[in-house]
């Protein structure tokens, strides 16, 4: 399995506050990324994005617009915040820095199963929510226990 933290010490080194560590990564997809992808090219073109589209509603608002929607990308966990980076057009390598979310603005976080991934929602401040599907061959246990560590009693279920 690979190691999330690992994958993002090199990326993360010029996004790090004085003081801040990384604690935890893991790779991730928008809800249902990978499915949608497979519909659309398998059904083609713009029938495919329509199937697709109509698959998940619209875009996030509030706080959990800051949360990449991507086929994959990486989020982190610091001491301070969820961090996300986008990957390379030619490996799923970190890269860029997308943005990220400070963990005081998390108010809750609900992990689940679903297939070859684990879902993740988290809820904001303001009432806004996210949700994610992290890779299982990303190490998505060393995310779920960072948040564990960063956010206690705020982190429900379980593999």
């Known amino acids: 399995m690979a190691d999330g933290k690992k994958s993002l010490t090199k990326p993360m080194e010029g996004q790090l506050h004085p003081g ?3 604690i935890g990564g893991c ?3 928008g809800k249902n990324a990978v ?3 497979a519909v659309g090219g ?3 073109g713009a029938v495919g994005a ?3 589209s109509r698959m998940e509603g619209g875009a996030s608002a509030g706080i959990a617009a800051a949360v990449p929607q991507l086929q994959v990308f990486w989020v982190g966990a610091t001491d301070r915040r969820l961090v996300f ?3 390379g057009s030619f490996s799923s390598k970190p890269r860029s820095f997308k943005g990220d979310v400070p963990l005081s603005s998390i108010t809750d976080v609900e ?3 679903r297939g070859p991934f684990r879902r993740l929602v988290v809820t904001f401040t303001d009432g806004s929510s996210s949700t994610v599907d992290l890779y299982r061959a990303n190490s998505p246990g060393q995310l779920q226990d960072a948040l564990e560590q960063l956010l206690p009693g705020k ?3 379980k593999e």
């Open 50 to 52: 329509v199937v697709a």
């Open 155 to 157: 982190v429900h279920g």
């Open 27 to 29: 790779k991730a997809a």
């Open 111 to 113: 992990v689940g199963n």
């Open 35 to 37: 499915l949608k992808g």
């Open 85 to 87: 980076f986008d990957t």
């Open 42 to 44: 398998a059904v083609g």
């Open 20 to 22: 801040e560590q990384l």
